[in-house]
């Protein structure tokens, strides 16, 4: 049986293979759209990235020779660096100044465990180097997998455990949603062409490239990503800019990072995967029970509301918990400033951690190898 789809694999790579590119492409356009649309049907988080993404690795599984170009995937990280932003309104300082000390604790323990769990994926060589600490990080997924790829981790092995870990946490926290009150309604059906407010989408493109140029001839690592962040947190802080991304803008965004990171992969590194995929797994879910314990603990001493408290320590992306917190009774304005608090410290915290950490575990395993065994010990 292994045999005949290896040879039936064989076979599709060496007809694909003869394919001109523009077939590729068209095939890859196809398989994006069909994957895409199933994920959402399934209601699935981050399907306009997933989708591409799985497409892009069938193909890269084939051995083709279909890349997105640099300049493509720049402009879509300089789009969801905006995206971002938009995502971290002002309104976020008013309630971290009333409840800082809270916001403190709980984000610092949420980091803690996510990066503990990182770093023993690390030490244990589940993942290879600094890949299992950004793995792990309880930041947006998509904002990981971008800055980890500036920092030297493996890109397609980040966005595996991220968006594996999104599919955990957004499928458990709308099943607790949806058990714990009647009022979820779901997302509500997108809109791809909606009216744009034409001067504040031109601005919001000028902040996007101003951002990115600015950001890139800093040579700031990822920064095709955080120089539209921070420009625009600053600019829609200060109300300057309104910022306007059309859906299809997104979703065009969503797949070409898709598509870039599905391209890189390798029989080798989808392999790595798969074996990995368990201990993988089991630690999404050793994640989600402790941050599940936080939010307990937030019910108790604080009073917080169970399905908000849920909500705030979920360690999902931002706009999934936003989506789920949005049609579901609880405070929202404590659920997104806990989330977006948490996001920020994590962009901020990650790459010098995660420096800290990959030092560690190379000191750890030096030592270890210039121990000497019991055997040599105990020889004359």
Not at 51 to 79: C, D, N, Y
Not at 163 to 181: I, N
Not at 258 to 275: C, K, M, Q, S, V
């Amino acid at each position: 049986m292994r045999n005949s789809f290896r040879l039936l694999g064989g076979g599709f790579q060496r007809w694909l293979g003869a394919r001109p590119t523009a077939a590729q492409w068209t095939l890859l356009l196809a398989l994006s759209v069909t994957f895409a649309a199933a994920l959402e049907a399934l209601h699935l988080p981050a399907a306009l990235m997933l989708g591409p993404m799985l497409a892009a690795i069938l193909l890269a599984a084939a051995e083709t020779s279909t890349r997105v170009s640099s300049l493509p995937f720049f402009a879509a990280q300089a789009v969801i660096g905006a995206m971002v932003a938009r995502g971290l309104p002002a309104s976020v300082l008013v309630d971290l100044r009333k409840d800082w000390l809270l916001f403190a604790a709980v984000i610092l323990l949420v980091v803690t465990v996510s990066t503990s769990l990182g770093w023993l994926l690390a030490r244990w060589q589940v993942l290879p180097g600094t890949t299992a600490i950004w793995g792990a990080s309880p930041g947006g997924a998509s904002a990981m997998v971008l800055m980890s790829d500036a920092y030297g981790a493996d890109m397609r092995l980040v966005a595996f455990m991220q968006y594996l870990r999104v599919v955990f946490v957004a499928t458990l926290a709308s099943v607790v949603a949806a058990v714990w009150t009647s009022g979820t309604g779901g997302a509500p059906a997108v809109v791809w062409f909606p009216p744009v407010d034409w001067p504040a989408f031109a601005e919001t493109l000028a902040v996007i490239a101003g951002g990115a140029a600015v950001a890139r001839r800093l040579r700031i690592p990822a920064g095709a990503l955080l120089g539209p962040l921070v420009l625009g947190v600053v600019l829609q802080g200060a109300g300057l800019l309104k910022i306007e991304l059309p859906p299809w803008l997104l979703a065009v965004s969503y797949a070409l990072i898709g598509w870039t990171i599905g391209l890189r992969f390798t029989r080798e590194i989808i392999a790595h995967a798969a074996r990995a995929a368990p201990l993988l797994a089991a630690a999404v879910l050793v994640l989600i029970a402790l941050c599940g314990g936080l939010a307990a603990l937030l019910v108790v001493t604080v009073g917080v509301d169970p399905l908000t408290a849920y909500l705030a320590t979920s360690p999902g992306g931002v706009d999934t918990v936003a989506i789920i917190a949005a049609s579901s009774n609880v405070n929202v304005p404590f659920v997104m400033a806990m989330q977006a608090c948490r996001l920020i410290v994590v962009l901020m915290a990650s790459p010098a951690l995660t420096r800290f950490l990959a030092g560690r575990i190379a000191a750890m395993q030096a030592a270890e190898r210039d121990q000497p065994t019991p055997s040599a010990l105990s020889e004359p």
